[in-house]
C-alpha cells in the first residue's frame, strides 16, 4: 500500500470509529443539559484533555512547527503566546462555570435587566467570531488532505482533479461537523477530541523522540543542525528573522514591523478566553472546582504540546531541509508529514516511512475535524439558547424545541460554512486565525470581564464593548496591508489578498489587537456610562456570590 494510500486507509478507520461514538453519544443526549453541556458528567481530567482537543488546531499542530522549520526562533513565539493564554483561563474558568449555564450569553445577562439584546450581541459575537475561524479550518482541511494524499496539479485521485478532490475534502469535512453536532451534541463531541488530544499528543511525541534519538538526544544538536541547514546560520536561532524585524534606513517601518509583533501577541494571549468553543467547554463539568481543574489539565498537555513543537520544527529544518519544504508547500504547513516521512525512512526504511507520514496525516485530519465541530457546536448552542430561546421565546421555551433548533442551527451554520470554504479555498486564508483571536479578545474578553468584575457595568456597555469590539476588529483588516497594498518588494507581486493593482490599505499593521483590543474595552465603558439603565447593584452581588462561591449554579 502507498504512503497516500495508508493515509486514506487511517482517515476511514477514524471516521468509522467516531461515528460509532456519535451514534452512541446520540443514545444517551436526552435533554439540552445533554446537548449543550454533555449532562455535565465530564470530570476535570475528561475535560481538560477535551479542552486541550479543542484548543489545539491544525494550525498549533503543522502551522507552528512549519513556521519554526522555515523561520527558526520567531515561529516558538506562537507557542509561548497559545501558552500563555491559558493563564487567564484559568483565572476566569471557575467564576464563568458558576456564573453561566450554557452559554457566554448567560454570564453577560445574568445582572442586567435587559437581556434581550445582551443575549442577541452574544450570539452574533459567538457565530461571527466562530465563522471566522471555522473558514480557516475549512480551507486549511482541503488544502492539507490533498497534500497528504499526494494530490497534485494536473493529476488525478480516485476520478478526481486536483481542485475537484479538494472541494469534495471541504464537503466531506463539513458533512461530518454537522453530523457529530446535529446527532451527538456536546458528549459525541468531547469524547471524539479527547481521541483527537491523544492521538495529537502521542503522535507528537513519538516524532520528538525520533528527531531527538537521530542526534543522541542532544538538544544543542538539533538546533545547530537547524541553523546550518536553513542557509540562516546564527540569526535563525535569533528573534527577528520573520516579526519585528529591523529595516536599515527605515525607522518607521521597524516601528511599525514591533508593533505588528506585540499586536499580534497581544490576540493570542487574550483572544484564547473569549474564543465561544473554549468558553461553552467550562459548563461541561459538575462544578467550578472542576472547570479549574480540568484549565490546569489542559495547561499541562498544551504545554508539553508546545514544548515539543520546537522539537519538531527544528528537526524538519535538520532532516528535511528548507528546500524541501517550501517546494512541497511555501508556507511549511506540510514540514511535520515530511519530517515524519523522513525521521520513519531512517527508523525502518520506506515502509517504515509511509506508515508513520500516514499516521501524522491521520491525526492532522483528526484535529481539523474536532476543532470545527467545536466551533459549530458553539455557534448553535448560541443561536438556540441565546436568540431563539431567550429573545424570541422570552426566555419560556420548551428544552425540546431549543434542542430541534440548535440541531438545524448546526446544519445552517456548516453549510454555510462549507459553501464559503469553498469558495475561498484558492485563497491565502491564514489571517483569519488571527482575526478570530482578534475578535475574541476585543468583543468578548472585555464584556466578560466586566461583568464579572465591575459593578457599574450595565447592558449598554455590554452591547457596545462587543459591537465596537468585533467592529473595529474587521475594520482594521478591510484596511490593512492584509487585504491590499502589501507587494514583494523584489518581483512586485502582490501578498495581499487582492491583486497589487489594488491599494487601499490606511491602517500599516497586519494584526489589529493592539488597536481593536483598547477599542473594546473603551467602547464598553463608554457606553456604561452613556447607557440610561442604571446598573442593579443586587444584581451585581448575587453574581459576584455566585461566580466566587457556586451557590445557585447549576
Not at 460509532?20 to 475528561?46: C, K, L
Not at 515502509?351 to 467545536?374: P, Q
Request: proline share 3%.
Amino acid at each position: 500500500m502507498t504512503g497516500s494510500g495508508l493515509v486514506f486507509g487511517l482517515f476511514v478507520a477514524f471516521i468509522v470509529i467516531t461515528l460509532g461514538i456519535t451514534v452512541w453519544a446520540r443514545a444517551n443526549t436526552r435533554g439540552a443539559d445533554d446537548f449543550y453541556a454533555g449532562g455535565r458528567t465530564f470530570s476535570g481530567p475528561q475535560n481538560g484533555i477535551a479542552l486541550a482537543g479543542d484548543y489545539m488546531s491544525a494550525a498549533s499542530f503543522l502551522g507552528i512547527a512549519g513556521i519554526i522549520a522555515l523561520s527558526g526562533y520567531d515561529g516558538f513565539l506562537y507557542s509561548i503566546g497559545f501558552l500563555v493564554a491559558w493563564l487567564l483561563a484559568l483565572l476566569l474558568a471557575e467564576l464563568m462555570r458558576n456564573a453561566g449555564r450554557f452559554t457566554m450569553g448567560d454570564v453577560l445577562s445574568r445582572r442586567v435587566e435587559r437581556q434581550a439584546p445582551v443575549r442577541r450581541a452574544a450570539a452574533v459575537s459567538t457565530v461571527t467570531v466562530s465563522v471566522f475561524y471555522l473558514l480557516a479550518q475549512m480551507v486549511g482541511a482541503g488544502a492539507l488532505v490533498s497534500l497528504l494524499l499526494g494530490i497534485h496539479r494536473g493529476e488525478r485521485f480516485l476520478g478526481m482533479s486536483a481542485d475537484a478532490a479538494e472541494t469534495v475534502t471541504i464537503v466531506v469535512v463539513g458533512a461530518l461537523m454537522i453530523f457529530y453536532v446535529a446527532y451527538g451534541g456536546m458528549k459525541g463531541t468531547t469524547w471524539v477530541q479527547i481521541i483527537k488530544s491523544a492521538l495529537l499528543t502521542a503522535g507528537a511525541a513519538v516524532l520528538t523522540v525520533l528527531v531527538l534519538g537521530r542526534f543522541g538526544f542532544d538538544v544543542s544538536a538539533v538546533l545547530g543542525s537547524a541553523a546550518d541547514a536553513s542557509g540562516k546560520d546564527e540569526a535563525f536561532l535569533r528573534p527577528g528573522l520573520r516579526y519585528g524585524q529591523d529595516v536599515p534606513g527605515d525607522a518607521y517601518q521597524t516601528i511599525v514591523n514591533k508593533l505588528d509583533f506585540i499586536s499580534l501577541a497581544l490576540a493570542l494571549v487574550f483572544g484564547a478566553a473569549g474564543l465561544p468553543h473554549i468558553v461553552n467547554r467550562f459548563f461541561t463539568v459538575p462544578d467550578g472546582r472542576a472547570a479549574r481543574r480540568s484549565v490546569s489539565w489542559s495547561i499541562g498537555l498544551v504545554g508539553v504540546f508546545y514544548l515539543m513543537t520546537p522539537l519538531l520544527g527544528f528537526g524538519a529544518a535538520a532532516l528535511v531541509g528548507r528546500d524541501e519544504i517550501v517546494a512541497q508547500d511555501p508556507s511549511g504547513n506540510t514540514a511535520v508529514p515530511q519530517l515524519a516521512h523522513a525521521a520513519g525512512e531512517q527508523l525502518g526504511g520506506h515502509i517504515a516511512g509511509d506508515v508513520l507520514l500516514a499516521f501524522v496525516g491521520a491525526v492532522a485530519f483528526a484535529t481539523i475535524l474536532a476543532v470545527v465541530s467545536g466551533l459549530v457546536l458553539a455557534s448553535s448552542t448560541s443561536l438556540a439558547h441565546d436568540y431563539f430561546g431567550q429573545v424570541l421565546m422570552l426566555g419560556r421555551p420548551r428544552e425540546s424545541q431549543e434542542v430541534a433548533v440548535a440541531r438545524f442551527a448546526a446544519f445552517l451554520v456548516g453549510a454555510l460554512a462549507i459553501v464559503l470554504a469553498v469558495v475561498a479555498r484558492n485563497l491565502n486564508v491564514a489571517f483569519l486565525v488571527a482575526l478570530a483571536f482578534s475578535m475574541a479578545a476585543a468583543a468578548n474578553l472585555p464584556a466578560i470581564v466586566l461583568s464579572l468584575f465591575w459593578r457599574r457595568f450595565n447592558s449598554a456597555g455590554v452591547v457596545a464593548g462587543i459591537y465596537g469590539g468585533l467592529v473595529s476588529s474587521l475594520m482594521l483588516v478591510i484596511f490593512s496591508p492584509v487585504v491590499s497594498g502589501k507587494t514583494d518588494p523584489v518581483t512586485g507581486e502582490s501578498l495581499s489578498l487582492l491583486p497589487a493593482s489594488v491599494d487601499f490599505h490606511l491602517f500599516p499593521l497586519e494584526n489589529p489587537g493592539i488597536v481593536a483590543i483598547p477599542i473594546g474595552f473603551a467602547c464598553a465603558v463608554a457606553g456604561t456610562f452613556f447607557g440610561r439603565e442604571k446598573a442593579d447593584r443586587e444584581r451585581y452581588d448575587d453574581l459576584s456570590v455566585r461566580a466566587l462561591t457556586g451557590a445557585g449554579a447549576p
